[in-house]
């Protein structure tokens, strides 16, 4: 199109942008203006028109874009040389897609008849309307092919200058030489490597830089190697201080038109690797000996499994010695921890397709080890739980050649974990703890009603899956910064917190409630008995109506009024240091009415021992952030009011002020320091639990607690007095004992309760002497002791050991003395149960007023009647124990039953009804009564079936009972009672006769009248007669 463009001789023809800019021009334009080309390519079309040109082309550009059509123009245009000349402009306008001007097609005309009439005579042949748009279709495809020419060229020319930066900056050394070795490329990684710039030294050739025994290699290759193989090896080269920098080197042959022009290649400093494959050498022969003395069990085996390390703490735990274990395959060590050969952690590193979680309690895959907790039935005398994990072991590399497995006794720190899962379950505030690995381990029942997540779908979880019911996702939140130091993610949260290892958050938690829920949160880390943090505990309060009434009152002061003088919290407003707003809150928790509160202080309000913390802590904080407080208020009826105070600046009434929001956290204070109390105290007896005893017997393993003295004691006879007395009369004896105990020890020495019926006391800095003068004060206060309702004596089992030495351990302290206490307990079995037995038939003297006449003339009968039975000697002795203790039961019965004149209430008689059952349980706890625990617990029965307790019929009642039922019927009829006058003989045995088959056994009726009424073995200490 140019072509066409630029021939024409008449014409004068330019292209030009909205701009005005000239891109183009053809020759006649050029020869007109008396203009070369180059002067005209660029300038504006303005530069050639009349002095008012500039309206002229903002005319013609409207004019052309509004109404879209060829507009004619005519124009005295300005000559270089020659003046002004007419011309006829005719201007057409082609546009964007978007309807924009692309750029404006000029075709001028010198007003010249001679020329008009060529024209004329040109245009008739040719339409010029069709010219214009084949020189349109021209120009916009010629401009098409430019613009993707110009595209293209400019894309390689960036993408060159990429990759040239890549390669340049690349941490490999990649390089270029010529067949003479000369480097032809070198980038920044290889001259900082060999501290020499490639543009100061032209002349570098490789044989500069590699040591001369290479140089037959690399000649070799050049001259010899094919041309399509890329060779790999390692090599040195030598830097500008004549170090050796060991390489691994990959080049090959740039060839071009098959003629090969260059060597080119990467290489990496290899030095790391060579310095840790020394190590690895030297370090290797102190592999063995570094598991070997691991603290946690440990063991490695061969891809093959075969046992290749069994360390000592593995001995230890299994039994099993290094010497029978190593070289053994085939699962053999499975068998001293399950006590079976099958897979076990170890083989699942080798083989994943064994992996199966279910025969675990808590399965994890990691990147590159597993963990698990499992039972192991062979480890220790029960059984344990141990904490595992596995991972394989890589050779240089990186090829798996056999794996490695720990593992822990966890056993303690699961039952410890229980222990504190009771306690935090009944908390108020939703709380959840986790261990050192972040697994859930308590999931309380105030979270479950907070988040709907019960505690079994999510203890044992990890993976933050705690996050899920708070964020919708997996991510760390407050407790982690406990274990991890992690920044807190939740954007939204005020400032976290820390005072005293106890991290406080606030926080908005989409997921909780049906709108999400603001919830604060005190993270605190857990530790063992060592100090060590072993997991962390998070309790959460939803604060959500507390932060929206916050809000409320800062946005309006009426709304303010109105929430705060109905919120439960307290909420007061200071300016100038006097209170000039109180809620009704405030009154109720203090003690003072609204007036008297805003003539007071408000340093008044706190209690004197915190009045100086509060006020200085004050001081000290940030002016700009909500300052919030802890502490007891001096309120006007009680020393025991806390308060969680929050005070913040605000605008009040147009003045600055003080709002101050205070919570009444006495309820909180008093749990909290319950739990404390519980955590190191039996609730029963207030002495210190086992877990504080532990601690303290370690604390006191050191040298200055010489010589360190332990009392450990059973309290004999308690099940007997629960099973007589109930177990309130249990309680009420270990309490007593417990108090003995105190009494009887020094203020330094640590008196617990071991548990049930064991107490211990550890006495520091005290010989054995001393302690067995305490024991003795303990026993004798114990014999002593004489507890309402408990007419037994009572009496305790000791045993005393005293480690005089670091020689000893507190172990073997308190296994001697435990041993010491079984012993004691032994001897004295015999003479505890007698005399408990005696306390017993005392008891039952006093409570059931049953005379000694008619207990002897009980067991004249009852022996009468087994002499008549041919019952054998043994059994005789029964039925004379049968007759003194059949009523052993009504000890437990209340004193008011047993002496009550009247008759006895429905409700009376039921629980008069239960001494049977008493006696029995009674019986079968003692050995010496074991052999009529049947028949005192049937001596009510009716042979018809409408006895107590059970209504046995017939020959379902033991022999003993029905003799004896036969015997103290008669008896109490011929002697008499408080409430019956005794009846003659003659006729007591009528009455006896008239309830055979009834309420007695009528055979063994038939022979007691038989032997009474001959008094053939003078057994009713009255004849019939009388």
Excluded at 103 to 127: E, H, M, W, Y
Excluded at 621 to 631: G, M, T, V, Y
Aim: hydrophobic letters at 40%; glycine letters at 6%.
């Amino acid at each position: 199109m140019q072509e066409k463009l630029g021939h024409s001789e008449e014409e004068m023809i330019c292209l030009f942008g909205p701009d005005g800019l000239i891109n183009y021009a053809n020759d006649c334009f050029c020869k007109i203006m008396e203009r070369n080309a180059s002067d005209v390519i660029g300038s504006h079309i303005s530069d050639y028109w009349p002095d008012d040109a500039d309206l002229n082309f903002i005319e013609l550009i409207r004019q052309l874009q509004v109404e879209r059509v060829a507009v004619e123009r005519v124009y005295e245009l300005n000559r270089r040389e020659n003046g002004t000349q007419a011309h006829k402009w005719n201007f057409w306008a082609l546009f964007e897609p978007g309807g924009d001007i692309s750029f404006i097609f000029a075709l001028g005309t010198i007003i010249n008849p001679d020329i008009q009439g060529k024209r004329d005579q040109f245009c008739s042949a040719v339409s010029l309307s069709d010219k214009l748009q084949e020189w349109h279709r021209d120009l916009m495809q010629t401009h098409y092919n430019l613009n993707k020419a110009l595209q293209m060229l400019h894309t390689i020319q960036r993408e060159c200058l990429e990759y040239r930066e890549l390669f340049y900056n690349a941490p490999e050394i990649i390089y270029r030489y010529d067949l003479e070795g000369k480097f032809l490329y070198l980038n920044r990684a290889g001259e900082n490597l060999l501290g020499r710039r490639l543009r100061d030294n032209p002349a570098l050739t490789v044989f500069d830089i590699v040591p001369p025994e290479y140089w037959p290699t690399i000649r070799d290759f050049i001259g010899k190697g094919p041309d399509s193989t890329e060779v790999i090896h390692e090599l040195e080269i030598i830097d500008s201080a004549g170090q050796k920098i060991p390489l691994e080197n990959w080049f090959r042959f740039i060839v071009r038109d098959g003629k090969r022009i260059a060597v080119q290649g990467i290489a990496r400093n290899i030095s790391k690797r060579k310095l840790a494959e020394l190590a690895w050498k030297e370090t290797e022969q102190y592999l063995h000996s570094i598991i070997d003395f691991l603290p946690d069990a440990t063991f490695v085996v061969d891809q093959s499994g075969q046992v290749i390390i069994w360390n000592h703490a593995m001995e230890r735990m299994t039994g099993v010695s290094s010497r029978d274990m190593v070289g053994k395959g085939q699962y053999e060590y499975a068998l001293p921890l399950y006590g079976k050969r099958c897979p076990i952690l170890i083989d699942m590193v080798l083989h994943p397709e064994l992996i199966n979680p279910s025969n675990y309690m808590l399965f994890e895959v990691h990147d590159n080890y597993i963990s698990a907790e499992g039972f192991c039935s062979m480890v220790g005398d029960n059984g344990a739980v141990l904490f595992l994990t596995a991972s394989p072991l890589y050779d240089a590399d990186g090829q798996i050649i056999g794996a490695i497995e720990s593992l822990r006794d966890i056993t303690h720190r699961k039952n410890e974990e229980r222990k504190l899962r009771d306690i935090i379950n009944f908390l108020p505030d939703a709380t959840f703890v986790i261990d050192r690995e972040g697994r859930v381990i308590t999931w309380n029942l105030a979270m479950e009603k907070l988040t709907g997540i019960k505690a079994e779908d999510m203890v044992g979880k990890g993976q933050y899956e705690y996050a899920l019911p708070f964020y919708g996702e997996r991510r760390p939140i407050l407790i982690d910064a406990i274990l991890d130091e992690v920044e807190q993610q939740d954007k939204t949260s005020s400032p976290v917190e820390t005072k005293d290892r106890v991290i406080i958050g606030e926080y908005f938690c989409p997921y909780v409630g049906t709108d999400g829920a603001r919830l604060l949160g005190k993270a605190s880390p857990l530790f063992d008995v060592t100090g060590e943090i072993v997991g962390a505990i998070e309790s959460i309060r939803d604060v959500t109506n507390r932060r929206k009434m916050e809000v409320a009152l800062q946005t309006s002061e009426e709304n303010f009024r109105t929430l705060a003088t109905l919120a439960p919290a307290m909420i007061f407003v200071l300016q100038e240091g006097k209170a000039i707003y109180v809620n009704n809150a405030a009154e109720a928790i203090t003690g003072y009415t609204r007036e008297e509160l805003m003539a007071m202080s408000p340093v008044e309000l706190i209690h004197s021992n915190y009045r100086q913390w509060v006020t200085a802590s004050y001081r000290s904080s940030s002016r700009d952030k909500i300052k919030r407080f802890q502490f007891k208020l001096a309120a006007r009826h009680t020393e025991d009011v806390w308060l969680d105070l929050s005070v913040t600046k605000i605008r009040f009434n147009g003045k600055p002020a003080l709002l101050g929001v205070g919570v009444d956290i006495t309820k909180a204070k008093e749990a909290e320091n319950e739990i404390r109390y519980l955590s190191y105290h039996d609730r029963f007896t207030g002495l210190y639990n086992r877990a504080y005893f532990e601690e303290m017997l370690h604390r006191f393993s050191h040298p200055q607690y010489l010589p360190l003295s332990m009392v450990v004691g059973d309290l004999n006879g308690l099940k007997l007095i629960n099973d007589a007395f109930g177990h309130h009369k249990g309680d009420m004896l270990l309490k007593g004992v417990a108090e003995v105990m105190q009494r009887c020890c020094r203020p330094q020495d640590i008196v617990a309760r071991w548990g049930g019926d064991e107490f211990v006391v550890l006495l520091p800095n005290t010989d054995e002497a001393t302690a067995v003068r305490i024991g003795n004060l303990i026993s004798e206060g114990c014999l002593d002791l004489n507890l309402p309702g408990l007419p037994v004596q009572v009496s305790i089992s000791l045993g005393i050991s005293t480690r005089n030495s670091m020689a000893q351990s507190v172990e073997d302290l308190s296994r001697e003395a435990e041993d010491r206490m079984y012993r004691a307990k032994l001897l004295d079995s015999k003479s505890t149960r007698s005399n408990f037995l005696k306390s017993l038939e005392n008891a039952l003297d006093v409570r059931s007023h049953e005379t000694q006449v008619h207990t002897e003339r009980l067991g004249r009968l009852v022996v009468a009647m087994g002499q008549a039975l041919d019952l054998a000697p043994n059994e005789i002795d029964n039925l004379i124990l049968l007759a003194k203790l059949h009523d052993i039961g009504k000890i437990a019965i209340p004193s008011s039953l047993l002496e009550k004149p009247g008759k006895l209430t429905a409700e009376e008689w039921e629980l008069m009804k239960k001494h049977p059952e008493i006696g029995y349980r009674i019986a079968l706890s003692c050995p010496e009564l074991a052999s009529i625990a049947e028949a005192i617990l049937a001596h009510h029965e009716r042979w018809d079936g409408r006895g107590y307790p059970f209504k046995l019929k017939g020959e379902e009642i033991p022999l003993y009972a029905r003799i004896l039922a036969i015997a103290d019927a008669f008896d109490v009829m011929i002697s008499g009672r408080r409430y019956q006058e005794p009846i003659a003989c003659a006729e007591a045995l009528q009455e006896i006769r008239r309830c055979a088959g009834t309420q007695f056994d009528p055979e063994l009726v038939r022979q007691f009248i038989d032997l009474v009424e001959n008094d053939v073995y003078a057994i009713s200490g009255a004849r019939i007669s009388e």
